[in-house]
């Protein structure tokens, strides 16, 4: 996975959208207002932050070498990935879902 297919995917997701809050070298995903992923321009090799589940945060870092705590966030929920090939984008794929799932939530339902 490039930044393009990155950026793609990302943005394919309903009420996706794609800003430059934190200067021109890190991309942000928001759903609803919130981020789900974080991705700095200038890293080599692609990093990326993800949300994710408490429970599967230090599982998902003891099983593959390319999950990391997440940098500059709360490592109880975030982690970063490490694109080096060490796993299919597929799971790279599986792992942008969870957290977008978790970040998306609810639709808030307007008061009358």
Not at 56 to 66: G, S
């Amino acid at each position: 996975m490039n930044i393009e297919t990155l950026q793609e995917y990302c943005l394919s997701k309903p009420g996706a959208e794609e800003a430059l809050p934190f200067g021109p070298d890190t991309l942000v995903y928001k759903v609803n207002g919130k981020i789900f992923l974080l991705v700095g321009l200038e890293g080599d090799p692609l990093q990326f932050n993800v949300k994710c589940d408490p429970d599967k945060v230090q599982e998902l870092r003891e099983e593959f070498p390319c999950v990391l705590p997440g940098y500059h966030m709360n490592k109880k929920h975030w982690n970063t990935i490490v694109i080096d090939g060490s796993v299919s984008n597929a799971q790279l794929r599986e792992w942008i879902d969870w957290s977008y799932e978790l970040v998306k939530g609810k639709p808030k339902s307007k008061k009358k």
